[in-house]
Structures are given as structure tokens and as C-alpha cells.
């Protein structure tokens, strides 16, 4: 690990605007091009405009040597806008990013390649944008097309690879040139799992050699191996800025709060799901630890006597989907719902969750198969925070804990 403490990256009260309709975008662009050419102050720089908005307002950090950082967030959160302005591509309304360093970026799929011209010619233009000489690229050239596994096309015209193809060259190329800070966006995604081990692999060493990285990715399982820090963006501004672990659950629970309510009912009203609550941890939050006790009480309002009512609750993960519910029959207790409010608690024992946002949803019915009454979701979210995750068989990783014995049979 490198043993400076001087930012190699500083993003200073950042700001990104856009507009939505066209033709007014490129009178805007018109009028801010000619306020900067006459050195003309105005406020359209720190003002919305007529159909304006904020596609990053107001970020604020700093990026260490030997750091790997997880830019989280729902779409349209601001991130690609965000790494576009730290890689150069876009300028900031407001603000002002400071790159200590050489930076290679790897944001979009082709990014920066020639698709006429050949791998290897694709590699020394790369090389000479970066400010490398010829000498210096012909020392990790070898390197490039051995790690991008392209050897037998790596002289044919870029026009002619597979997707696959120029991903793994743009990775090779993007790490092999000696960055002080790389910036990678979704596009690991698009590889083979093989081709994305060997990646993070790599990564796992650069940043040991101080490389600091900016990784965004909505796969918060692959990144648990390699992230040190995460920040997580919502709503265009960056609430979060810290603990991996941390950051990774408060995304998920965004996650599950934005999904569309459904709300359904029989149209009668005379019985609803109130509330869905969730009792503290120890700790006098939601967040738990993998093997906790979670009891979540859920109130239920009814105008009438329901008499061998039901209740199902269902635990769901934005990763997953809905992990498996169960009804009130299972465990054999039998209730009435009476005509004022019902709290009933139900109590997970020993929740084999790993780290992660979870929500509980809740239906009721009444005693028929047939008699649906009302549903409530999303519920209620609570987070598992600890232990941490690790993936790569380096540890448990996934949603489930599975208990489990190893022996050595030969």
C-alpha cells in the first residue's frame, strides 16, 4: 500500500446539470458557451433553468492512494454522470474535480477505440492519449494481449471482435498502463465469470500497490471482496460516504423503498394492514447481525369480527427477489381479528440472513382459501450489517446462511 495520504482524486462541491427538452438544452448550451468566452458572471451556473434538473448536486470527496471505493446507487442516482466528470468527459456546472496522476477509465463499452483500426494499433493510440511513449507501451504490450487473451486477433480491425472481446482488451488496457486512479463503470458485467474473477483478481493487486479505484456496479456481492469504502448516491446527492458494509445495506433498502406500493384489498375496507413495524436490535436501530432474533409487530384494522383469520408475511431481497414466506397455519396458531385494532408479532428466531437489506410484507386472509383481504407491500426494511460477506469462496457470501460440515473422505 502506498504510504502518501494526499488525495489522488478531490471532488469539491461538484455539480452536473441537464435539461430535459431538447431545443432549450442547446439554447442553454449556446448562452453558457458565450458567458465563458466574454468571462460574463451570471447565476446559470448555480440556478435551475426552465426544465432543468440536477443530475449530480453537490458531491463532496476525496479518493487516497490504496483505496477502492463503491459508487452505489438506484439508476438515475447521478453515478455514470459523476465518474464522467472525475474521467474528463463531462465538465462541471459547478465545483471543481482534482486528479493527482495518471487515470485510466473504463465507462463504456469501446470507449476510446478506433473500431477501424487494429487491437494492437487501439493499444498505442490509448497508450499515447495517457501520455506513455512508445517504449513504455512496448514494455507492457505482451502484458495487455496475454491478460485480455486476444493473441490470435489482436492485429485484426477492433470492427471484427465480439463484445467479450473488447471488453477484455479495454480492462487489459485500462489497468496495464500504470494508473494512479482507474474508473470503472458497469461494463464488468457483460464478461464471463471467469474473465470477471481474473479481473477482480488484478484489481485486488493494483489497489495492494496503491492504484485508488472508483468502481460502480449495482452487483454489491462482487464488490464486498475488494471495496475498502462506499458511497452511495440517491436523488442526485451522495448520502453516504463510508463503511462498505454500511453503505451496501443502506442501497439495498433504497432499493426496496422505491419499489411501486401494492396495496391491494377486496374494495370493502372493513379490514386493512395498518403497519408493519419492526422492533429495534439491541443496538436501538434496524440493523442486525446475521443469527439475530427479528420480530416485526403488524396492526391490523378491522370494522368486523373475522373469525379464523390468517396472516402470511413474506421476506423479499432486491438481489433475490421474494427468499419464501409462511402463513399462521404452519405454526398452528389460530386467531381472530376483531372489530378494533389487532397487533400481532412475529418473531424470526436465529435469521440465517447475510449482510443486506431485507423487507417483510404481510397479507391477510380469512378462513377460506378464496378469502384474500388485504395486502401490504413493501412492508417494513430492516438491514443485516455484520458479519461481513466475502465472495470468491474466500468466505459466506449471498443472502442465506447454510449451516454446514465439512470431512475429508479420502
Same mark, same amino acid.
Given at each position: 500500500m502506498a504510504t502518501t495520504n494526499r488525495p489522488v482524486v478531490e471532488v469539491r462541491n461538484v455539480s452536473k446539470k441537464y435539461c430535459r427538452n431538447l431545443k432549450r438544452s442547446l439554447r442553454y448550451g449556446m448562452y453558457d458557451l458565450c458567458s465563458?468566452? =466574454?468571462a460574463r458572471s451570471g447565476d446559470w451556473r448555480g440556478n435551475l433553468r426552465q426544465g432543468e434538473?440536477?443530475?449530480?448536486?453537490?458531491?463532496?470527496?476525496?479518493?487516497r492512494p490504496g483505496e477502492c471505493i463503491a459508487l452505489l446507487g438506484p439508476n438515475g442516482a447521478g453515478k455514470s454522470t459523476l465518474l464522467k466528470m472525475i474521467a474528463g468527459l463531462f465538465k462541471p456546472d459547478l465545483g471543481k474535480i482534482t486528479i493527482r496522476g495518471r487515470l485510466g477509465a473504463l465507462i463504456e463499452l469501446g470507449t476510446g477505440f478506433n473500431t477501424i483500426l487494429s487491437g494492437r494499433e487501439n493499444v498505442y493510440v490509448n497508450g499515447a492519449i495517457l501520455g506513455l511513449s512508445k517504449r513504455e507501451i512496448d514494455n507492457v504490450l505482451d502484458e495487455i494481449v496475454e491478460f485480455s487473451e486476444v493473441g490470435h486477433v489482436i492485429?485484426?480491425?477492433v470492427r471484427t471482435y465480439s463484445t467479450g472481446m473488447r471488453l477484455r482488451l479495454g480492462f487489459a488496457v485500462a489497468t496495464h498502463m500504470n494508473p494512479q486512479v482507474l474508473l470503472v463503470d458497469e461494463v464488468l458485467a457483460v464478461g464471463d465469470v471467469g474473465f470477471r474473477m481474473k479481473c477482480f483478481n488484478h484489481i485486488l493487486k493494483l489497489v495492494d500497490s496503491g492504484m485508488a479505484l472508483i468502481i460502480v456496479s449495482h452487483a454489491v456481492g462482487q464488490l464486498n471482496?475488494?471495496? =475498502?469504502r462506499s458511497i452511495v448516491m440517491h436523488n442526485h446527492h451522495v448520502i453516504h460516504d463510508g463503511d462498505f458494509v454500511e453503505g451496501a445495506a443502506l442501497y439495498e433498502k433504497i432499493q426496496l423503498e422505491d419499489q411501486p406500493a401494492v396495496n391491494e384489498d377486496t374494495g370493502q375496507e372493513d379490514c386493512l394492514i395498518e403497519s408493519i413495524v419492526i422492533q429495534p436490535s439491541e443496538r436501538g436501530n434496524l440493523q442486525f447481525a446475521t443469527?439475530?432474533?427479528?420480530?416485526?409487530d403488524i396492526t391490523i384494522n378491522s370494522r368486523s369480527l373475522i373469525k379464523g383469520a390468517r396472516l402470511r408475511v413474506a421476506l423479499e431481497s432486491p438481489r433475490t427477489g421474494v427468499l419464501g414466506g409462511f402463513g399462521t397455519p404452519v405454526s398452528d396458531f389460530h386467531f381472530d381479528i376483531q372489530p378494533r385494532q389487532n397487533v400481532i408479532r412475529v418473531t424470526l428466531p436465529d435469521l440465517p440472513l447475510l449482510m443486506g437489506a431485507y423487507t417483510l410484507n404481510a397479507v391477510v386472509y380469512g378462513p377460506g382459501i378464496e378469502d384474500f383481504i388485504h395486502r401490504k407491500k413493501p412492508g417494513a426494511t430492516f438491514e443485516i450489517t455484520e458479519p461481513r460477506t466475502v465472495s470468491f469462496g474466500m468466505g459466506e457470501d449471498g443472502v442465506v446462511r447454510f449451516r454446514h460440515h465439512w470431512e475429508l473422505l479420502e
Open positions: 465563458e468566452m =466574454t434538473f440536477f443530475a449530480v448536486n453537490n458531491a463532496d470527496f476525496d479518493v492485429d485484426d480491425p471482496r475488494v471495496a =475498502t443469527g439475530n432474533s427479528v420480530s416485526a
